[in-house]
């Protein structure tokens, strides 16, 4: 089956900096690929997504990579603010199946 | 104003015992899913529903089992609790379509005592 990793943890940055967080999937026949973010204690919320037929898709702040050949995505947040704080999990589906990575807590220090 | 309600938020169940989870989506979605989230495991895919058909199971143990009495209802039945259960389980549901955005309930956090 499908496996998508994301190698950070955590990543913490000052705010208004920039955000990068990566991650890997193994399945070829991945075709899309979701962002969610989810604060404390609270459930996951979409906040973008690219399909397999493009490489770069961008809304506001938001910048999602994806390169198929190296089977890796990437999430880019520009000119961060505190509430961007949370945990970020990216995500590869198959079919309607959706297998998430573990998430990256994103802190924005003030 | 939620459109996915899962009931109840909280639910503390001693260990052997069963209980369902309630999973309504008022999205009009075809597709209903669930999902797990521990600290072990933080995002675990359980089981898809397409137009109240099982069309993917992830879960090894059978004291899992999904049950869905309406299109827009997905419960979760779970028998023989173990405290290794708890987590909070999330339901979720999107249109059946490939690359249709997945949209989750505020969870059940379930602990097992």
């Known amino acids: 089956g499908e496996k998508v990793e994301q190698h950070q943890s955590t990543l913490s940055v000052r705010e208004g900096d920039s955000a990068v967080i990566n991650c890997t999937y193994t399945d070829t026949a991945s075709s899309y690929f979701p962002w969610y973010k989810q604060e404390a204690g609270k459930s996951l919320h979409f906040v973008i997504d690219i399909r397999s037929n493009v490489d770069r898709k961008q809304s506001q702040r938001l910048t999602v990579l994806l390169d198929k050949k190296a089977k890796r995505f990437s999430l880019h947040i520009t000119a961060t603010q505190p509430e961007d704080s949370a945990i970020y999990f990216c995500a590869a589906s198959i079919s309607n199946r959706i297998f998430f990575g573990d998430g990256t807590q994103l802190v924005v220090k003030p | 104003d939620p459109k996915i309600i899962q009931k109840p938020k909280y639910l503390v169940a001693v260990t052997g015992s069963e209980k369902i989870l309630i999973c309504e989506q008022y999205l009009g979605h075809n597709a209903m899913y669930w999902y797990r989230q521990s600290a072990k495991k933080p995002l675990e895919f359980m089981f898809s529903y397409s137009y109240q058909k099982l069309m993917d199971n992830q879960t090894a143990s059978s004291r899992f089992q999904p049950q869905s009495s309406k299109k827009n209802h997905l419960d979760l039945q779970i028998t023989a609790l173990k405290p290794d259960d708890s987590a909070t389980y999330f339901c979720?549901?999107?249109?059946?379509?490939?690359?249709?955005?997945?949209?989750f309930g505020k969870g059940t956090r379930l602990t097992v005592v």
């Open positions: 979720a549901s999107s249109q059946v379509r490939q690359g249709s955005e997945v949209f």
